[in-house]
Antibody, heavy 115, light 108 residues
């Protein structure tokens, strides 16, 4: 079964760093791009960026470029989403999803940023 | 950036009826459009890709149509389990890939 399993919920303060993960199983990890998607009540679903696990090439949405970093570790079939300075506005549910049409999705990681 | 506009915002129908959801793109996305279903408290699930190709395991009562800028998701014989928000997404022009704002389907 193709699966993406994400790390658990996080509570952080503004300015802190954070890395969340997405572990893939059930398929060849290097064969498909992995995307990150943000969901908030106000802005719905937003595509943040993607990575090709084969060579770690990344593409970012202009809205997120420079604020987040996407990386991959082929040795553990895992993709990461990282912030170096969280803001309250980063409070959201974050999903990883495979390929251009997103299938499957991870279960989501809730990130809460509050003083 | 391609803007996807979904209508209506909310659709309230009875079991057995047919739901027709629309997604309009601000410029052509060819057939590179997907539909997702998101039930309360769950991650989205792929229903349709390539505008009309059903994903694995999706019942035949879900169908997609359209190309270019106008797309439709049709749910026939609506069931109570179809209560969800439905999103369209284009993967033709990036950055970025974009989503519609969603249509909420309510079951009377």
């Amino acid at each position: 079964e193709v699966q993406l399993v994400q790390s658990g919920p996080e509570v952080k303060k503004p300015g802190e760093s954070l890395m969340i993960s997405c572990k893939a199983s059930g398929y060849s990890f290097t064969s498909y791009w992995i995307n990150w998607v943000r969901q908030t009540p106000g802005k719905g679903l937003e595509w943040m960026g993607r990575i090709n696990p084969r060579d770690s090439q990344t593409n970012y949405s202009p809205s997120f470029q420079g604020h987040v970093t996407i990386s991959a570790d082929r040795s553990v079939n895992t993709v990461y989403l990282q912030w170096s300075g969280l803001r309250a506005s980063d409070t959201a549910m974050y999903f990883c999803a495979r390929h251009n049409w997103f299938d499957p999705w991870g279960q989501g990681t809730l990130v809460t940023v509050s003083p | 950036e391609i803007v996807l506009t979904q209508s209506p915002a909310t659709l309230s129908l009875s079991p057995g009826e047919t739901a027709t959801l629309s997604c309009r793109a601000s410029q052509s996305v060819s057939n590179n459009l997907a539909w997702y279903q998101q039930k309360p408290g769950q991650a989205p699930r792929l229903l349709i890709y390539g505008a009309y190709i059903r994903a694995t395991g999706i019942p035949a009562r879900f169908s997609g149509s359209g190309s270019g800028t106008e797309f439709t998701l049709t749910i026939s014989s609506l069931q109570s389990e179809d209560l969800a928000v439905y999103y369209c997404q284009q993967y033709n022009n990036w950055p970025p890939w974009t989503f519609g704002q969603g249509t909420k389907v309510e079951i009377k």
